[in-house]
T-cell receptor
Framework: TQLLKQSPQFLSIQEGENLTVYCNSSSVFSSLQWYRQEPGEGPVLLVTVVTGGEVKKLKRLTFQFGDARKDSSLHITAAQPGDTGLYLCAAINDYKLSFGAGTTVTVRA | NAGVMQNPRHLVRRRGQEARLRCSPVKGHSHVYWYRQLPEEGLKFMVYLQKENIIDESGMPKERFSAEFPKEGPSILRIQQVVRGDSAAYFC????????????FGSGTQLSVL
């Protein structure tokens, strides 16, 4: 099982600010996913990255996959209260997902 | 959450009772996965099932836990003789094939053991 470390554990910012959360592993990811989970709900897939150096944009969210495929980041520009949630990264291994512990993001109005 | 239905949403049990968690996958999906989320921890894989078959139960405790996905009806995760440490959110996910690239998660069942 691949161990993923997410940082920071908690992040609280003001509406309109930018934020970045990180996901790191000691071993190479074959492919990686980012999810957002709201309280009392299941995780919802945001993006899948498979190629080292890949950058994907989803509106105000930018996802990067490190060249060595051992790290990934999620950057949110001009955060809004609706971005509040638990952000999880997950490494894909065939049919299994190995999740990090997540970063809890709170965006204050 | 794209059609994966879990019930009940909340389940309260006393120590020693049985808990039954149900999951109806997205229509047409024959691959079901159960994950458990403990407070302050990420989701942990428990079991992977296809219709009538358990493919991988390596993440499921050997004692008291069982899972099934019958030919007809929902997948069931059964926990016998629950203990306080079983308190967690249990999530079911489904996919159209065995690769985890596109999993749809349900809203989960929050199990509380008194």
């Amino acid at each position: 099982t691949q161990l993923l470390k997410q940082s920071p554990q908690f992040l609280s910012i003001q509406e309109g600010e930018n934020l970045t959360v990180y996901c790191n592993s000691s071993s190479v990811f074959s492919s990686l996913q980012w999810y957002r989970q709201e309280p009392g709900e299941g995780p919802v897939l945001l993006v899948t990255v498979v190629t080292g150096g890949e950058v994907k944009k989803l509106k105000r969210l930018t996802f990067q996959f490190g060249d060595a495929r051992k790290d990934s980041s999620l950057h949110i520009t001009a955060a809004q209260p609706g971005d509040t949630g638990l952000y999880l990264c997950a490494a894909i291994n065939d049919y299994k997902l190995s999740f990090g512990a997540g970063t809890t993001v709170t965006v204050r109005a | 959450n794209a059609g994966v239905m879990q019930n009940p949403r909340h389940l309260v049990r006393r120590r020693g009772q049985e808990a039954r968690l149900r999951c109806s996958p997205v229509k047409g999906h024959s691959h079901v996965y159960w994950y458990r989320q403990l407070p302050e921890e990420g989701l942990k894989f428990m079991v992977y099932l296809q219709k009538e078959n358990i493919i991988d139960e390596s993440g499921m405790p050997k004692e008291r836990f069982s899972a099934e996905f019958p030919k007809e009806g929902p997948s069931i995760l059964r926990i016998q003789q629950v203990v306080r440490g079983d308190s967690a959110a249990y999530f079911c996910a489904s996919s159209p094939d065995r690769v985890a690239i596109k999993l749809f998660f349900g809203s989960g069942t929050q199990l509380s053991v008194l």
